[in-house]
């Protein structure tokens, strides 16, 4: 399925930066098994909380440490108890289990994606 073609400019709207995770916690009131990330985006934007349902792929021991894509522009949203402040992005393999988007190379936090 694709989506409709947007222009450049509806693009750049979206502010997808880099992040590391810095806190992992439970989530068991959750629908669908997730984490509760806190991620460091730097000192223009901070330290913000996700949730994300990457249990499947990924231990708490797997995350801290991890540097990881997300969506810091988006309204924040109510999950459950839990205020989701960032969307963080992956990707569904073959068995539909979400494998986070990442980098290769270690880049300071809050580095916007080009």
Do not use: C
């Not at 989530?27 to 990330?37: C, I, N, S």
């Not at 969307?87 to 880049?107: I, S």
């Amino acid at each position: 399925m694709t989506t409709p073609t947007i222009d450049f400019d509806s693009f750049l709207k979206v502010d997808i930066r880099a992040g590391t995770i810095v806190a992992v916690d439970d989530f068991p009131e959750a629908r669908k098994p997730a984490w509760k990330l806190t991620i460091d985006f730097g000192e223009e934007i901070g330290v913000k909380k996700s949730s994300a349902q990457i249990t499947e792929l990924y231990g708490k021991d797997d995350l801290i440490g991890r540097q990881v894509m997300a969506v810091v522009n988006f309204p924040p949203r109510q999950i459950g108890p839990f205020m989701s402040e960032v969307l963080t992005l992956g990707a569904a393999d073959d068995e539909g289990r979400v494998v986070l988007l990442g980098l290769n190379h270690p880049v300071p936090n809050g580095s916007r994606m080009h």
